[in-house]
Nanobody, 121 residues
Framework: QAHLVESGGGLVQPGGSLRLSCAAS????????MSWYRQAPGKERELVAA???????NYADSVMGRFTISRDNAKSTVYLQMNSLKPEDTAVYYC???????????????WGQGTQVTVSS
């Protein structure tokens, strides 16, 4: 069992930056991929960025060049640096442990509680 806790969300103006953190605990040593997803009101949850324990990454086209995912394996923590934020980035952001780099669910599927990101002037 894994426990994920996100932090770092908030209200930011368009063009601003935020850094999300996801601290993982529990049985996570065998989980190779950690990811960030988001869900806007009325929309399906979508993959934002994913990273393997070796550092390979995958990004949604909509955030490419603006968001950076990183991981500190020693701290079991994954980060999402979000720059040049746009109103359409407004969503609840969720941390995931277990899904593949492209978002496939192969049976290991842990989620955090989510953190709200609002981009508005």
């Amino acid at each position: 069992q894994a426990h994920l806790v996100e932090s770092g969300g908030g209200l930011v103006q368009p063009g601003g930056s935020l850094r999300l953190s996801c601290a993982a605990s529990g049985t996570i040593s065998s989980i190779k991929v950690m990811s960030w997803y988001r869900q806007a009101p009325g929309k399906e949850r979508e993959l934002v960025a994913a990273i393997t324990s070796g550092g390979s990454t995958n990004y949604a086209d909509s955030v490419m060049g603006r968001f950076t995912i990183s991981r500190d394996n020693a701290k079991s923590t994954v980060y999402l640096q979000m720059n040049s934020l746009k109103p359409e980035d407004t969503a609840v952001y969720y941390c995931n442990a277990g899904r593949s780099l492209t978002g496939n669910n192969y049976g290991i599927d842990y989620w955090g509680q989510g953190t709200q990101v609002t981009v508005s002037s």
